[in-house]
Each structure stands twice: as structure tokens, then as C-alpha cells.
């Protein structure tokens, strides 16, 4: 019997923090991390609830690198009404994400004229990925828009409330009906 209740105990400890969230966090989680951004600072994402935010892994020498175009008219043009789109560089794909943060952050700046924040290079698939993409990528948190991230340029959307609410595969570009129509839709919700 204290085998049990030691077993249990063990269990009830260790299973809600796995993905690196408690349990009472799971409606919000996606904002309860903490990151660096890519000037090497502490953020934390939670300082983004109330806001409609659009993550996505980049990478600067992808075919797709030029969505960092749409991606900042996307922020310009909804910024003021509260959206927020987050760059997190990764190099899983191709090794399309070779350089320094530092390098990273001088491309987007001289060649996208990136405003949007941005985030220290991270893991985003494999043993190594970071809590906010096994977070996001996880059928267990994320059951409707979990999976595994394919390319660059995949997109999560997350309303005001801190859900999930829509995931976007790295062909669908920022400037699509589909992308710009659940923005607006999300932007609406107060």
C-alpha cells in the first residue's frame, strides 16, 4: 500500500509539469513559457495574453524566406489591433538557419525590414526541441493542431485567451485569405 501511495504521489508530481506547464496553466500554456529573444534577453510570453499572436519557425536562406515580407505587412497592418507575430529561428530543416542569432537578426533587419519580435534560435522538432514546440507540436496539449512541424514556416495562431486556435503548413503564405480571414476573425473577439 505505501508503495502505491508513493507511486501515485511520484505520478501526480512529475505528470502535469512533463511539457514544462502545471495544470492549472493548460488553458493558457502557450503563453506560460519563458524564452530568450534574439538579442539574447529574458522574455516571457506571457506578457502576450489579451493578444491574438501568429508564432512561426523561420529561416533565413529557405524557399520561403521571403513570407518574412508578408509576415511584417501582416504584423504593420495589425499590430494596432492586436496582433503579435513571433519569429522563432530554426535550423531542423535543410540547415536553412545556419547562423548566429546576431546574424539572424541583421539579415531579417537589412533585407525584410523585420519589427516583429523575434527569439533566440531554438530546437523545434526532435529530442532536443524546446518546451514551447513540444508544447505546441504535442497531441496531448495541443490535440487539434498538434503534429509534428514539417518545414519552416509553419504557423500556430493563438487567440486572446491563450488557445491554439489554428495552425498554418509553411506553403500557406501570411498574405493569404486563409491566414489574413482567421486573423481578422480572432482580432474581432474582444
Do not use: H
Not at 536562406?61 to 501582416?74: F, I, M, R
Not at 504557423?155 to 509553411?170: A, M
Amino acid at each position: 500500500m505505501l508503495r502505491f501511495v508513493a507511486l501515485c504521489t511520484v505520478v501526480a508530481v512529475v505528470g502535469p509539469s512533463y511539457y514544462g506547464i502545471q495544470a492549472q496553466d493548460k488553458q493558457a500554456a502557450v503563453l506560460n513559457f519563458k524564452m530568450k529573444t534574439i538579442d539574447g534577453k529574458d522574455t516571457d510570453l506571457s506578457q502576450y495574453k489579451g493578444k491574438v499572436v501568429l508564432f512561426v519557425n523561420v529561416a533565413s536562406k529557405c524557399g520561403l524566406t521571403p513570407q518574412y515580407k508578408g509576415l511584417q505587412a501582416l504584423y504593420l497592418k495589425y499590430k494596432d489591433k492586436g496582433l503579435v507575430i513571433i519569429g522563432v529561428p530554426a535550423n531542423e530543416f535543410g540547415g536553412q538557419e545556419p547562423g548566429t542569432d546576431e546574424d539572424i537578426a541583421k539579415f531579417c533587419s537589412s533585407k525584410y525590414d523585420v519589427t516583429f519580435p523575434m527569439l533566440s534560435k531554438v530546437v523545434v522538432k526532435g529530442k532536443d526541441t524546446c518546451p514551447l514546440y513540444t508544447f505546441l507540436t504535442s497531441k496531448d496539449t495541443n490535440p487539434r493542431f498538434g503534429g509534428e512541424i514539417q518545414w519552416n514556416f509553419t504557423k500556430f495562431l493563438v487567440n486572446r485567451k491563450g488557445e491554439v486556435v489554428n495552425r498554418f503548413e509553411p506553403r500557406v503564405a501570411p498574405e493569404s485569405t486563409e491566414i489574413v480571414s482567421a486573423v481578422e476573425a480572432e482580432l474581432a473577439k474582444k
